[in-house]
């Protein structure tokens, strides 16, 4: 059975507060066309309204369904992370696991034995870091 670590509620949050920046850069380049043109107002209240559904759906999501790590008994899977490098692996191809701080985040690295890596910040999970280096670390003692 797969074992999902979601996105911490912070790094959600800041997310939404970008999506909710961009709705606010378009509901005004909307307003600017619609004098400019002399288009209806109804199309202002449709962009309104059509991002607001957008970031209700997106904050939804990133609450319940969205997760970055899943790890199975086959490997692991990585996502929504930028700069992860090897996005997923066999446990059989991880060579060690180490903990380090990079660009001053707490992080776990997978080493992989051809020479690839990946990176998983553990600020951006949710639920408690040490429980997550436990499970990979079973995962790899289980292989």
């Known amino acids: 059975m797969p074992s999902d670590y979601r996105l911490a509620p912070h790094v959600a949050a800041r997310l939404l507060g970008t999506g909710l920046v961009l709705l606010g850069l ?3 380049v909307a307003t600017a066309l ?3 043109f002399t288009w209806s107002i109804w199309l202002l209240a449709v962009v309104v309204i059509g991002g607001g559904l957008a970031l209700l759906v997106a904050g939804s999501w990133l609450s319940t369904k969205a997760w970055v ?6 490997g692991y899977q990585v996502r ?5 490098g090897v996005r997923r692996a066999r446990w059989a191809d991880v060579g ?3 903990t380090d701080t990079v660009a001053g985040s707490p992080c776990l690295i997978m080493r992989l034995r051809d020479g690839g890596a990946t990176t998983v910040p553990v600020e ?3 639920g408690d870091r040490e429980e997550f ?3 990979v670390g079973t ?3 289980g292989r």
Do not use: Y
């Open 139 to 141: 995962h790899l003692i």
């Open 80 to 84: 929504l992370v930028r700069g992860a």
């Open 96 to 98: 060690e696991v180490v």
């Open 133 to 135: 280096v436990r499970e």
């Open 69 to 74: 790590v899943r790890l199975t008994d086959d």
């Open 34 to 36: 619609i004098v400019l």
């Open 124 to 126: 951006v999970l949710a």
């Open 26 to 28: 378009l509901v005004a």
